[in-house]
């Protein structure tokens, strides 16, 4: 199987999408994020995967999202399988997508204040208690 890497930016997302679907990618297979925080600008990256199977081949195609704007068009209406990618991207790191036909919470209850998979979220902390272990405050 060979697989093609494609970076992008917001403005030439949609247009490179559908010229992936016309190129006989059937299948998007993967939509996630990444949370580069720290690391590198801009802080975060979509990351989609796309599978032609008559042609044994993928393609990975990596978007860099602004810090400020944090929106990107939604590709439902080429691929309707990005349909619940998009929702968890959202709820995970808040990621709005244009044009997304419900896009709602997914994962996380609808009055959760932040994104859990941003890498500044606040973990919480609880103790551990093992059995037998002196108690710890």
């Not at 932040?114 to 405050?137: C, E, M, W």
Request: hydrophobic residues 35%; contains cysteine; glycine residues 4%.
């Amino acid at each position: 199987m060979s697989y093609e890497t494609i970076n992008v930016e917001v403005d030439e997302y949609l247009e490179k999408v559908e010229s992936i679907k016309n190129d006989g990618y059937e299948m998007m297979v993967d939509l996630t994020a990444v949370d580069w925080y720290r690391k590198r600008e801009p802080r975060f990256q979509l990351v989609v995967n796309f599978l032609s199977v008559s042609k044994n081949s993928r393609i990975i195609l990596n978007v860099n999202v602004q810090d400020e704007e944090l929106k990107v068009p939604s590709i439902c209406e080429i691929y309707p399988s990005a349909n619940f990618y998009e929702r968890e991207v959202f709820d995970m790191f808040g990621i709005e997508f244009e044009n997304h036909p419900e896009l709602t919470r997914i994962l996380m209850p609808d009055d959760w204040e932040g994104n859990p998979l941003r890498k500044d979220y606040g973990t919480g902390r609880i103790p551990v208690q093992f059995k037998n272990a002196p108690k710890v405050d």
